[in-house]
């Protein structure tokens, strides 16, 4: 039998591939009623396709809640980057509705579903009862604690309101206005989620963003309809995720795009092998060059000064056709690779960057 800790996405995922080959038992990492979504809810189509979700713009799915096509950057400055993808890129979803519906996949396969809080007081047993244990656990580290597991050691602290404001609803905003991270506009349908992540003080740089938008005529009703805290892993390369028979994945295990601070999607890729005996070195293979790459980007962006930052708005922005055609919100080797190989970009990156940048490579 494999026990799986953490009925997310990504725990759900695990052990619906589980269960192609083993008795599966998924457990809560908390009480389901209780659950805590801290998610800016933005998932690529190709993403979700490679879940073995499809979706479309007339998709009916109960988690669905807005399609997008593109998104509008905004440089410190104000240097706008519009890149517009033509069809709906990805998609806005409900996430309580979205775990339910990975959460019925996993036991429509065969999964049985315990809503039990695990911890101290029941892990041993549950492990004595286990050919294989995996955590995904999200960012409640209490088990990793308790077993002596790794834990993450950077992290994201984000904020989000819900709100009603003036937007595309075809376009998600992008801000380049906090320090080492960015504020976003997502639509979702009537409304919209304003949210940012900062190493500290998120609230106090997200009021400030709220109350520019004010500013600019774009929030009448200043009331909040929800709120959403939580904190993001940063990628470690170096993290372990296999301790004998306990695999760890997801946030669990820090595998999340640092450039973005999205983990649905590489969480439940590498939830494919979490039953296999060399599943770290399956999952590396598979996302870890991915999930390094978004690592040196943020790494980059972070070290830019805003001069800088804006000066890769304009090169960018002649570059625009490059992003529309090869851009993937999960896939950063793709637009990576198409830049790298046109030579005008790469004349001109290499003579703006700052030379301290290729120390990071």
């Not at 960012?139 to 904020?159: D, M, Q, V, W």
């Not at 929030?219 to 170096?238: A, E, M, V, W």
Request: proline share 3%.
């Amino acid at each position: 039998m494999i026990s799986v800790i953490g009925a997310g996405p990504v725990g759900s995922t695990a052990a619906k591939y589980c269960s192609k080959r083993y008795d599966v038992v998924l457990f809560e990492s908390q009480v389901v009623s209780e659950r805590r979504v801290q998610c800016a809810g933005l998932v690529s189509r190709s993403g979700l396709e490679k879940m073995g979700i499809k979706v479309s713009s007339s998709s009916s799915k109960s988690f669905l809640q807005n399609g997008v096509r593109g998104a509008r950057i905004f440089s410190p400055s104000g240097n706008l980057l519009e890149v517009d993808g033509g069809k709906n890129k990805a998609f806005v979803i409900d996430r309580k509705e979205f775990d339910n519906y990975l959460l019925n996949m996993a036991i429509d396969s065969g999964v049985e579903f315990i809503n039990e809080r695990v911890n101290g007081k029941n892990i041993d047993e549950i492990i004595k009862k286990s050919e294989k244990l995996i955590i995904a656990t999200g960012t409640n580290y209490e088990l990793h604690k308790i077993l002596n597991l790794k834990i993450p050691n950077r992290f994201l602290i984000g904020a989000q309101y819900e709100m009603k404001i003036n937007c595309d609803r075809e376009f998600v905003e992008l801000y380049f206005n906090v320090p080492e991270f960015f504020s976003w506009i997502i639509p979702v349908d009537d409304h919209a989620r304003i949210g940012l992540c900062t190493r500290k003080n998120p609230i106090r740089y997200l009021n400030s963003f709220i109350k520019k938008l004010e500013g600019d005529g774009r929030i009448s009703n200043k009331k909040i309809l929800n709120r959403n805290f939580g904190i993001i892993p940063i990628y470690d390369p170096k993290i372990r995720t296999q301790y004998g028979k306990i695999a760890v994945v997801g946030d669990a295990a820090s595998q999340v795009k640092a450039s973005t601070g999205g983990g649905i999607v590489m969480g439940c890729t590498a939830a494919k092998f979490a039953s296999e005996e060399d599943y770290e070195k399956k999952w590396r293979s598979e996302i870890g060059r991915e999930l390094y790459l978004h690592l040196l980007i943020r790494r980059f962006l972070n070290r830019l000064s805003d001069k800088n930052l804006d000066g890769l708005f304009i090169l960018l922005n002649e570059n625009k056709e490059i992003i529309e055609k090869e851009g993937d919100m999960d896939i950063a080797s793709k637009l990576f690779l198409a830049l790298v190989k046109n030579p005008r970009f790469m004349a001109k990156f290499l003579f703006h960057t700052p030379g301290y940048i290729y120390d990071m490579f």
